[in-house]
C-alpha cells in the first residue's frame, strides 16, 4: 500500500516537492554507504552574532573562535567539555551555571526559560564534509537521529527545513538533499537549534535529579550521510508467529519500506535473504511513494521455519540473533541495501485469573523482573558505561528495563539488549506538557504522533521489546489514545501495548492490568507481603515503578559528588543529590534508621546501616514478588541507575559503585533461590528456569542474636519449573521482654550436595507498625519500626583474609577467601580493590558476591571481575570492611599474605 502522506507532517508538503523530501530515517544504514558526522562540529549562541543562516552556512564563513565540540552532544554538555563550565555533577556546581535559577527540586520541563538564561536564545552547530567518491551519481541522504527541540537546517547557504517541520525531542530525520550538495567541494551544514519551552513533547526528568539549564537542547543523536540509488530502502523487520507452544515451526513475516526518490514511476525488484531463505517481489513505485513491501508465510512457504533457533531473555535460554538482508534492484543495479539482526521470538500479554497483566515470551509466562532506566543528565554517551549496566542488568538477575520517555539512547542500547536478553519497556513520559492534554492543539499531536511513528519504526525489529506505553502515571484520552494506536497497527508494532503504567482503565482499551501505586521512600521489609499492601505497593499484579526508597552510595563515592566539608555530616549538598518534588530530603530513610539501628555516630556508621537497610529493603521487595507469582506478574524497580550523582533510587550508584541494594536485588534473584516470607515465616524456594530440579535439599536454621540455635530443619524438594513453593514454616520467635534479633540462615543444595544458594536474614521481634489509612503515593508511614539496635552490640570479630590476582578470559580478575575463625558472627562484611594511593575503588566490578555474614568458623571465596578496559594498576589493594570488622587493606598477591584484618566499628 501507498503510504507516502503519512510520512510527512502537514506543513512539509511544500517541502517535499521542494525535493527535499523526509521521512524518519533507520539509524542503521549500510556501512559502506555512510559518512559519520561526528567531529569537527563547532557551536556558537545565535544572541552573539548577527549573522543569518544561508552566511553561516557558507563554506567561506569563520567560525574559528566558536567552541569545539563534537556530536552528539547537547548544549550544555560541549560546554562542560570544553570548561566553559565547571563539572555541574559535583557539589552545588549546577546551581551556577547561568540559567539555573529554578526553584529547587521544581521540575523545570514545566518552566518557562529565564529570559537572561544563555540558553534562552538558539545556538548554532556547523560543520563542514566532503562527499566520498562513490557517493557520486547517487542520491544523498542526510540524517538526524536526535534534535532536541526545534531546529532550522540550512546546507550551502540555502535552507533545507525551519523550525516548523523540525520539531520534536524524539523524531528521527532523514532528508534528500542531493541538490544541496557540491560533489569535490567542501559542503557546509549549518543548524540552529531552540531549546524546547514548558509547552513542548520532549525530554524530562521528573523528580528524579535536577534538569540542566538548556534543558538538554542540541543534537543528541547521530548526524550522517548515507547514499542510495533511485529507491531506497528502510526499516526492515521480520515478526514471528508460532503456531502452538512446541515452538517446533515459526512462522516469519519480512517488511520493509521503499521510497522512490525519482520524478519519474519506477519498476524495482525487492529482495531479502534470511537463514538461507531467499525472498523477491516485484514493486512498481510512483514518484515520490513510500511503500512497505510485505513477504508473509501465506505468499512465500520458505517462510515457514521448521526447527527454528529461537530467542530468549537472559537465563531462559540462547539469545540467538538471526541476520536479514534487503535489497531493492532498479534496472539490474542496486539501488539500496540494509541488514539488521533480528531474534525468532513472540511476546504475548493478556489477564490472569485476578485481572493483572502476564507476559509471555514464546508461549511461556515470565515474572517481569527490572529497573527504570535513567540516561545521563547531559545525554552523554559511553559504550564502556553502557556494556557494564547491561552486564550489572545480568548479574543482578533482572530481566528487564524500563525506559520512561527516556528514548535518547543510541542504537548500541537496543543492540546490547537484544545481545544480553534484556527485556525492554518503553514509552512516554509523565509530569510534563506529554500529559497536559487538555492544553494541547492539534499541532501537538501532530509532533506526538510524529516522535511515536520515529520511535516504532526504530524499535520493532529489536527482540527485546517488550511492551510500549502510551502513557505513564495517566492514560491518554481517547481521541490521542486512538490517534497513538493508529500509529501502531499502521507500523506493524509486533508486540502488545498498554494505555499507561498505571492501573486507570480507559474507554478505548480498558484496563491495563498494571498498577503504578508507589511507595517511592522507604518502607520496612515486611511492608510487601502485607495484606493490606494489596491495593497499594504490596507484591500483587504487576507495578511499573516502586522502590524501597534512597540509596546513599559508599564513602567513596560521597568524596567524588561533593566538597570534604560537605560529606558529614547531611547537608544541602546531600538535599541537593538527593531526588525532586517530595524527595527533596532523606528524612524519611534516615528516621528509619534512626528507629530501627539507632543513630548513626558518624559517616562510617551510617555507611554501615544504610547499606544493611537497602540490602534488606531491595532483598524484600523481589522476593516478594517471587515468592507470590504469578498473583504477582512484575515488578520495576524505581530506580535501576541514576542520571547524575544521587543518593535517591539506584542500584548501583552513578560512579558504577554496586553497594548494598544491588547485592540485595542480585540475591533476591538467583533463578533458584530460597527465600524467608516475612507474613507467615514460611521458607519457599523459587524458580524461575523452564526446567525442574528434582532431590534438592533445604536448609533452614535459626539463631539468636548470641548464635544459640534456636531451630534447625532440613528438607527435600522436587523444584518444579517455573514455580514458587512453600517448604517449611519456621515456629514464632521466642517472647522477651524487650525487642531482641534473630538470625535466618538458609541453604539450598542439589541432588550433588553441591551449594546452589543460600540466604542469610537478621530480624527483630518487634514488628513494624504501618498506618494504613495514612498512605500516600509516596509511602505509608510507620509508627513503630523494626528494632535492630542489638547489632550495635555485636562483638567484634578477626577475620582471616587473602587476596589473589588473577586473569579470567584475558581480563583481570580477583579472587579473596574470607574465613572466621573466631566465636562471633560477621556481619554484612564487604570487600572491594582500591587504589591505596587514591582510595577509590577500581569499577565497574562483578562480584559473584558481597556484604555477606560469616559465622563462626565458615569461610567464603569471592571473586570479583572486571571488564576489559579495566586494568587494576600497581597499587591495588583489597579492602575489608563490615558491621563490626574494622576496615583493613592487604595486597593482593603474589605479594606475602598480609596479617588479617580485625577490630571492631
Not at 148 to 158: D, F, I, Q, T
Not at 232 to 250: G, K
Not at 269 to 285: D, M, N, R, S
Not at 477 to 502: F, H, M, T
Request: net charge positive; charged share 20%.
Amino acid at each position: 500500500m501507498s503510504r507516502a502522506p503519512a510520512r510527512c507532517l502537514p506543513w512539509c508538503f511544500a517541502l517535499v516537492f521542494a525535493a527535499c523530501a523526509y521521512f524518519p530515517a533507520q539509524a542503521a544504514a549500510q556501512a559502506d554507504m555512510r559518512l559519520p558526522l561526528r567531529t569537527g562540529w563547532q557551536l556558537q549562541p545565535s544572541c552573539q552574532m548577527h549573522a543569518t543562516g544561508a552566511r553561516i552556512s557558507s563554506p567561506d564563513f569563520r567560525s574559528s573562535r566558536w567552541h569545539s565540540t563534537a556530536v552528539p552532544s547537547t548544549v550544555l554538555a560541549a560546554l562542560v567539555a570544553d570548561d566553559t563550565y565547571p563539572d555541574p555533577y559535583f557539589g552545588m556546581n549546577l546551581r551556577n551555571i547561568p540559567g539555573t535559577t529554578y526553584p529547587l527540586g521544581a521540575n523545570f520541563a514545566n518552566l518557562p526559560m529565564p529570559k537572561d538564561s544563555p540558553f534562552a536564545c538558539p545556538w548554532w552547530y556547523r560543520t563542514e564534509f566532503s562527499l566520498p567518491r562513490d557517493f557520486q551519481g547517487r542520491d544523498i541522504w542526510l540524517h538526524f537521529d536526535g534534535i532536541n527541540y526545534r531546529a532550522n537546517l540550512w546546507v550551502n547557504g540555502r535552507k533545507l527545513a525551519d523550525s516548523s517541520e523540525v520539531a520534536g525531542a524524539f523524531r528521527i530525520y532523514s532528508f534528500n538533499v542531493t541538490r544541496f550538495l557540491f560533489p569535490g567541494r567542501k559542503n557546509t551544514l549549518a543548524v540552529e537549534i531552540f531549546a524546547p519551552t514548558e509547552r513542548d513533547l520532549a525530554m524530562n526528568f521528573v523528580d528524579w535529579n535536577p534538569m540542566p539549564p538548556d534543558k538538554d537542547m542540541g543534537l543528541w543523536g547521530d548526524v550522517y550521510l548515507t547514499a542510495s540509488g533511485p529507491v531506497a530502502l528502510r526499516y526492515p523487520q521480520v515478526v514471528t508467529r508460532f503456531p502452538d507452544r512446541s515452538l517446533d515451526v515459526a512462522d516469519l513475516t519480512v517488511t520493509a519500506e521503499v521510497r522512490n526518490a525519482a520524478s519519474q514511476p519506477v519498476n524495482a525488484v525487492v529482495a531479502g535473504t534470511l537463514e538461507g531463505i531467499h525472498l523477491q517481489q516485484k514493486v512498481a513505485l510512483a514518484p515520490g511513494e513510500v511503500r512497505a513491501v510485505t513477504f508473509s508465510p501465506a505468499q512465500y512457504p520458505q517462510l515457514r521455519v521448521a526447527h527454528p533457533q529461537v530467542w530468549w531473555p537472559y537465563g531462559l535460554g540462547p539469545q540467538t540473533l538471526h541476520t536479514l538482508v534487503m535489497r531493492v534492484i532498479v534496472a539490474g543495479a542496486l539501488s539500496d541495501r540494509q541488514a539488521i539482526r533480528f531474534g525468532i521470538r513472540q511476546i504475548t500479554s493478556g489477564f490472569n485469573r485476578e485481572g493483572y497483566r502476564l507476559f509471555r515470551i514464546n508461549g511461556r509466562r515470565i515474572l517481569i523482573r527490572g529497573g527504570g532506566w535513567a540516561p545521563d543528565m547531559l545525554l552523554r554517551q559511553s559504550p564502556r558505561r553502557l556494556e557494564a549496566q547491561f552486564d550489572y542488568v545480568r548479574q543482578m538477575g533482572l530481566n528487564t528495563i524500563r525506559l520512561e520517555g527516556k528514548l535518547a539512547e543510541p542504537e548500541a542500547f537496543f543492540d546490547l539488549a537484544d545481545q544480553r536478553g534484556v527485556l525492554i519497556m518503553a514509552g512516554w513520559c509523565c509530569c510534563s506538557f506529554w500529559e497536559h492534554w487538555k492544553d494541547w492543539k492539534p499541532r501537538d499531536l501532530a509532533i506526538a504522533t510524529a516522535q511515536l511513528r520515529s520511535q516504532i519504526l526504530r524499535l520493532r525489529s529489536h527482540p527485546s521489546l517488550l511492551v510500549w506505553l502510551n502513557g505513564s502515571d495517566n492514560p491518554p484520552p481517547a481521541w490521542v489514545e486512538r490517534s497513538y494506536i493508529k500509529v501502531l497497527q499502521e507500523e506493524d508494532w509486533p508486540n502488545p501495548y498498554l494505555s499507561s503504567a498505571s492501573q486507570q482503565p480507559t474507554s478505548v482499551t480498558g484496563p491495563s492490568g498494571v498498577k503504578m501505586t508507589g511507595p517511592y521512600d522507604y518502607v520496612s521489609p515486611e511492608y510487601w507481603l502485607e495484606p493490606q499492601a494489596k491495593k497499594f505497593g504490596g507484591a500483587w499484579g504487576f507495578i511499573t515503578e516502586t522502590s524501597p526508597g534512597a540509596a546513599p552510595p559508599p564513602a567513596s563515592s560521597l568524596r567524588r559528588m561533593m566538597p570534604a566539608d560537605a560529606i558529614w555530616p547531611p547537608n544541602e549538598s546531600w538535599h541537593f543529590h538527593s531526588a525532586s518534588g517530595a524527595f527533596q530530603t532523606l528524612s524519611a530513610f534516615d528516621g528509619a534508621m534512626a528507629a530501627t539501628y539507632g543513630p548513626p555516630k558518624n559517616l562510617e556508621d551510617y555507611e554501615a546501616k544504610a547499606q544493611a537497610m537497602t540490602y534488606a529493603g531491595e532483598r524484600a521487595m523481589f522476593e516478594a514478588y517471587r515468592r507470590n507469582q504469578f498473583a504477582s506478574t512484575g515488578v520495576i524497580q524505581w530506580m535501576l541507575d541514576n542520571a547524575w550523582p544521587s543518593l535517591f533510587w539506584h542500584l548501583y550508584d552513578y560512579y558504577l559503585d554496586p553497594a548494598g541494594g544491588y547485592f540485595g536485588a542480585k540475591e533476591a534473584n538467583q533463578p533458584v533461590h530460597v527465600q524467608y516470607s516475612y507474613d507467615d515465616r514460611s521458607v519457599v524456594v523459587v524458580n524461575n528456569l523452564y526446567r525442574a530440579f528434582p532431590a534438592m535439599t533445604v536448609t533452614a536454621r535459626v539463631y539468636d542474636v548470641g548464635l544459640k540455635r534456636l531451630f534447625s530443619r532440613r528438607a527435600t524438594v522436587n523444584v518444579q519449573e517455573n514455580s514458587s513453593q512453600r517448604i517449611l514454616v519456621l515456629p514464632p520467635f521466642p517472647k522477651a521482654p524487650r525487642p531482641a534479633v534473630y538470625f535466618v540462615k538458609l541453604g539450598l543444595e542439589d541432588a550433588a550436595g553441591r551449594t546452589i544458594d543460600s540466604n542469610f536474614y537478621w530480624l527483630s521481634s518487634q514488628q513494624p507498625v504501618f498506618e494504613w489509612n495514612q498512605t500516600k503515593y509516596e509511602r505509608t508511614p510507620e509508627s513503630t519500626y523494626e528494632d535492630m539496635r542489638m547489632l550495635d552490640r555485636l562483638p567484634p570479630v578477626r577475620l582471616e583474609a587473602s587476596a589473589a590476582r588473577e586473569r579470567l578470559r584475558g581480563r583481570d580478575a580477583v579472587r579473596v577467601i574470607l574465613r572466621n575463625r573466631g566465636a562471633h558472627l560477621a556481619f554484612q562484611v564487604r570487600v572491594g580493590v582500591v587504589d591505596a594511593k587514591t582510595g577509590e575503588p577500581y569499577l565497574p566490578v562483578f562480584w559473584n558476591d558481597n556484604y555477606i555474614e560469616l559465622m563462626p568458623g565458615e569461610s567464603r571465596t569471592l571473586t570479583a571481575r572486571y571488564p576489559a578496559w579495566v586494568k587494576l594498576g600497581a597499587h591495588a589493594e583489597l579492602e575489608v570492611a563490615g558491621w563490626n570488622i574494622e576496615k583493613a587493606t592487604l595486597p593482593l598477591f603474589p605479594r606475602p599474605p598480609a596479617k588479617p584484618p580485625g577490630g571492631g566499628r
